[in-house]
T-cell receptor, first 114, second 115 residues
Framework: KNQVEQSPQSLIILEGKNCTLQCNYTVSPFSNLRWYKQDTGRGPVSLTIMTFSENTKSNGRYTATLDADTKQSSLHITASQLSDSASYICVVSDRGSTLGRLYFGRGTQLTVWP | EADIYQTPRYLVIGTGKKITLECSQTMGHDKMYWYQQDPGMELHLIHYSYGVNSTEKGDLSSESTVSRIRTEHFPLTLESARPSHTSQYLC??????????????FGPGTRLTVL
């Protein structure tokens, strides 16, 4: 069964600190992995996307890594800000987007305190 | 910021009412999607469309129906709402370029509460 598991379920950190969110998946065959940020009451917004051959991708203070062998990904947030408070969702596609389906994790709820 | 819009943002209605959730995008995307999301849970695909007059059911069974008469518009209808339909409904669209890395752009969502 294709699954995407994220940990931790929730995380609280102080402003300015770094954190790392984890994503493990069993989706096969693998096409690509995305990290989305979803603010409360809003739709998800794409942060990074990685294909099989990519093992790291950065977007400002966000850095995603991918180990396709162990089927694990992480999202590292550097120097957190209050606006980083959101749910971070890992999404895996099993084929090219024309035919492939997306498998969503339940997200990690990040809260940044001042 | 993606040019995809959903109305209403919040809706509270009584059981048995017919409702339509609106979704429109101005990016000219061929592919559009409807997802259902409960608090703390993953998104579930309930409907998708690859173009005008094309609609398909998603992974999660839903009593809702959709139509795609115009490229930019993808409304979702519930003929008779029930409390079990209470959820957040997210609309998304993507380009049909066929690239593996096509990204879905999401609307802000409609939070539906059926009393």
């Amino acid at each position: 069964k294709n699954q995407v598991e994220q940990s931790p379920q929730s995380l609280i950190i102080l402003e300015g600190k770094n954190c790392t969110l984890q994503c493990n998946y069993t989706v096969s065959p693998f096409s690509n992995l995305r990290w989305y940020k979803q603010d409360t009451g809003r739709g998800p917004v794409s942060l990074t996307i990685m294909t099989f051959s990519e093992n790291t991708k950065s977007n400002g203070r966000y850095t995603a890594t991918l180990d396709a062998d162990t089927k694990q990904s992480s999202l590292h947030i550097t120097a957190s800000q209050l606006s980083d408070s959101a749910s971070y969702i890992c999404v895996v596609s099993d084929r090219g987007s024309t035919l492939g389906r997306l498998y969503f994790g339940r997200g990690t709820q990040l809260t940044v305190w001042p | 910021e993606a040019d995809i819009y959903q109305t209403p943002r919040y809706l509270v209605i009584g059981t048995g009412k017919k409702i339509t959730l609106e979704c429109s995008q101005t990016m000219g995307h061929d592919k559009m999607y409807w997802y259902q999301q409960d608090p703390g849970m993953e998104l579930h695909l309930i409907h998708y469309s690859y173009g005008v007059n094309s609609t398909e059911k998603g992974d999660l069974s839903s009593e809702s129906t959709v139509s795609r008469i115009r490229t930019e518009h993808f409304p979702l209808t519930l003929e008779s709402a029930r409390p079990s339909h209470t959820s957040q409904y997210l609309c998304a669209s993507s380009d049909s370029g066929g690239r593996d890395t096509d990204t879905q752009y999401f609307g802000p969502g409609t939070r539906l509460t059926v009393l």
